[in-house]
């Protein structure tokens, strides 16, 4: 499988955001586990990226999104974090992330898009995912 960094899985998204991986300062391969379960995921998962982007107005600055399970665990993420599968983002697009949060909360976005948010206040980033199991879209990490 040979992916191209610079190619746009989205309307706004590249590999290289998706696959980014910062601590190890390299892409994620098959070597990692990335095969077409998590690159459809990110797919899907970047289309409502895009409308998140256009609600906003604003560009997204991806901080991470798909995290082989030997690097999630060496970043200290969650056991189970949607990231290993290639639905969970971390990112910021320059306003304060508090309310971005109430925002995407207020407006009904999570419902609308299928997406849960955590709720983590004070932080310089907000994660979405697109986690098949949903018991609260709003929750803490």
Known sequence: MTINP???????FTWNEALWLNEWDRLATEEDGLNQIIIDNIIMHAKKMDILRDW???PIKIRSWYRPKKYNIFIGGAEKSSHMLGFGTDWDNGMDCDIVRKNIVDNKLLEKLELRCEDKPKSDWVHTDSSKVIKKRYFKP
């Open 6 to 12: 610079t190619q746009k899985i989205s309307k706004y």
């Open 56 to 58: 906003f107005n604003l």
